[in-house]
């Protein structure tokens, strides 16, 4: 059978270009999924992209987020059947197979009713911003400062709040700050223009925050926000540092060894989870995206500032490129595989 898929030519150069579909079951735990919609990263497959991630090969298929209907499954799968329509982490084509086991592609999460196919899509980026509020010892009434307002920091104040925390964010683009408003946020903090301790120190009345969740992936900002941090607090590294940055680190590991600071540093990647739930596991990646789905068709986790740009994948080239140069109107980018 002949398919479509997205294939990264050389660096920034993506093709739609037709290709023989798979669709023979090999193991009886491997599902076939048509796609519908899928996600662009503006993390990762920017990474991609620019030949930043070893993992990931040149020529080479990108994808992130998949939401697409089963066709077919073996004979071990119960957790899906066929005509479900589910999440997984699929590549950008018409069809994806994934074996349900496997550890870092085999989440396989059915969708609930209500929640709309193509918003489902922000399903994969949610649940990584899930994993720092899972690793966090938030609680009912503290104070929770998340660096960085990308989509994927946004959605993490937002889960903070739904913990109970009073949060607050910052960014230095304005717009970013105007869009975590429409998402609920009211503590925010543009740290080009202010002095971002003092503010955080006004904002709390001088408790500082409990928890520091960075959402930039940039060394610096942790180093600059890790004042703002109280006593026994902790910094949650939510987003992956990839810039280098030359500084004293002397000054920075003070903070988790001298009073009256005392914090706790984390990693948050998201496989930190295990990827599907067992016995000895409360939180698990396929469990987080239950959750993330339910929030989302409730109105609890309010997604539609984020969702920018629905496209054919006839437009990759323009919505990599968006992503990359025009941060401020290519937010969030769905690819529509409907007709194909």
């Known amino acids: 059978m002949r398919g479509k898929q997205l294939l990264v030519k050389d660096k920034w150069h993506v093709e739609l270009q ?30 991609c992209l620019s030949g930043l991630e070893s993992w990931f090969p040149i020529p080479g298929v990108p994808g992130y987020t998949s939401i697409g209907e089963v066709i077919a499954i073996g004979d071990a799968v119960d957790k899906v059947k066929t005509g479900d329509v589910i999440f997984t982490y699929g590549t950008h084509s018409t ?27 922000f399903t994969h980026i949610a649940g990584i911003a899930f994993t720092s509020i899972r690793l966090a ?11 960085g307002q990308g989509a994927i920091g946004n959605i993490a104040a937002q889960l903070a709040q739904l913990q109970g925390a009073e949060v607050i964010v910052t960014d ?8 975590s408003k429409k998402c609920g946020i009211k503590n925010r903090i543009n740290s080009a223009e202010v002095n ?16 520091l969740i960075d959402a930039s992936g940039m060394t610096a900002v942790v180093a600059e926000a890790a004042d703002s941090v109280g006593l026994n607090g902790e910094i ?8 280098p940055f030359r500084s004293d680190v002397t000054e920075f590991i003070r903070h988790f060894h001298y009073l009256p600071f005392n914090h706790q540093m984390k990693g948050a990647l998201e496989f930190t989870l295990p990827t599907h739930p067992n016995d000895f596991n409360k939180h698990s990646i396929e469990r987080n995206a ?18 920018s740009h629905k496209l054919l994948p006839e437009k990759a080239q323009e919505a990599y490129e968006g992503l990359r140069d025009k941060k401020n109107e290519y937010i969030g980018v769905v690819f529509d595989w409907t007709n194909y």
Do not use: W
């Open 18 to 47: 037709d290709v023989e579909v798979d669709l023979q079951i090999i193991k009886d735990t491997e599902v076939i999924v048509r796609n519908h919609f899928t996600h662009v990263s503006a993390g990762t497959e920017m990474a």
């Open 95 to 121: 069809h994806f197979k994934l074996d349900t086991q496997e550890r870092f592609h085999g989440v396989c999460v059915p969708i609930p009713s209500g929640l709309p196919e193509d918003f489902a899509a």
């Open 137 to 147: 010892n938030i609680e009912l009434g503290d104070y929770v400062l998340v660096t």
């Open 172 to 179: 230095v683009d304005n717009a970013r700050l105007e869009l």
């Open 196 to 211: 971002l301790t003092q503010k955080v120190e006004k904002i709390t009345g001088g408790k500082m925050v409990n928890t």
């Open 236 to 243: 949650i590294l939510l987003g992956s540092p990839r810039a």
């Open 290 to 307: 239950e959750i993330i789905m339910k929030l989302m068709a409730d109105g609890r986790l309010n997604i539609s500032p984020l969702y």
